[in-house]
């Protein structure tokens, strides 16, 4: 036991440091199926008022703090606020562009090559099968379609690097020379639940699917076309128990 405790304690201490780490990290693989380090690393984190953040379509995981702790911290008046980063409203509105853009088609790719995989199986030797790394389906975007399709509407280029800079800087994107990649905390602190409805179903929709960037266009239209195979279960408001995440996790 006391192992496992000085292991939780080693692990919600890198995590607090660190903000996020991958799921291949030796220790979070180990949480992710021992039940009792898992256990133990949530009671280190609640005692300090933070809670681990997973999700199954990440490739990392991170924490966020509890609603008891968030009032406390931010009082009544940051927690009316649209942000706690300081991010300005057309960062945040850009933020959703993109996690549009990177996570809805990512998200799709996942449940399909998962589902395809479990179809190609013989029966007798059928298994759960892990999800798709995000990082081998995430799409990359252009920032020149980017700043071509939304510079207008998100403060033009000075604005739109000004605020590329800010999400970079928080783990939400990585810059790849012109080109913007997923970051460890896009997939994992927006809550998939309640914004890919209200992406699929709204003029939202249609905005991004008129992409300048052709591959970008089709990969999102496809994924609107078909939003009944997308998993719309909350990923935000109870951690998977590590058991459900051995067979399918990503390794």
């Known amino acids: 036991m006391s192992n496992t405790l000085d292991d939780a304690a080693h692990l919600a201490a890198q ?47 991170s924490v966020a703090m509890l609603r008891p702790a968030e009032t406390a911290v931010f009082g009544e008046t940051g927690l009316a606020a649209n942000n706690n980063l300081d991010l300005p409203r057309d960062g945040v509105a850009l933020l959703v562009v993109l996690w549009a853009l ?29 999800l798709p790394l995000a990082a081998s389906v995430s799409p990359t ?3 020149r379609s980017l700043l071509a399709d939304f510079g207008n509407q998100l403060g033009k280029k000075m604005r739109l690097d000004s605020n590329l800079k800010l999400l970079e800087r928080n783990g939400f994107i990585i810059r790849r020379g012109e080109d913007i990649a997923e970051g460890p905390l896009l997939d994992l602190l927006l809550d998939y639940d309640t914004l890919a409805p209200r992406i699929l179903d709204g003029a939202l929709a249609d905005v ?33 128990a590590p058991q459900e995440q051995q067979d399918e996790r990503a390794d």
Request: no cysteine; hydrophobic share 45%.
């Open 208 to 240: 991004l699917a008129r992409s300048t960037d052709p591959t970008l266009a089709h990969a999102l239209r496809d994924a609107m076309a078909r939003p009944g195979e997308l998993d719309l279960e909350p990923e935000l408001d109870e951690t998977p």
């Open 102 to 130: 990177i996570v809805l088609p990512k998200r799709q790719r996942q449940v399909a090559r998962a589902d395809a995989k479990e179809a190609g199986q013989g029966e007798m030797f059928a298994t759960d099968k892990p």
């Open 141 to 143: 975007l252009s920032y």
């Open 15 to 61: 995590l607090i440091a660190r903000r996020w780490l991958p799921r291949n990290h030796a220790m979070v693989r180990r949480a992710l199926i021992d039940n009792e380090l898992w256990a133990a690393l949530g009671d280190r984190l609640a005692a300090v008022g933070l809670r681990v953040v997973d999700n199954l379509y990440a490739d990392h995981i």
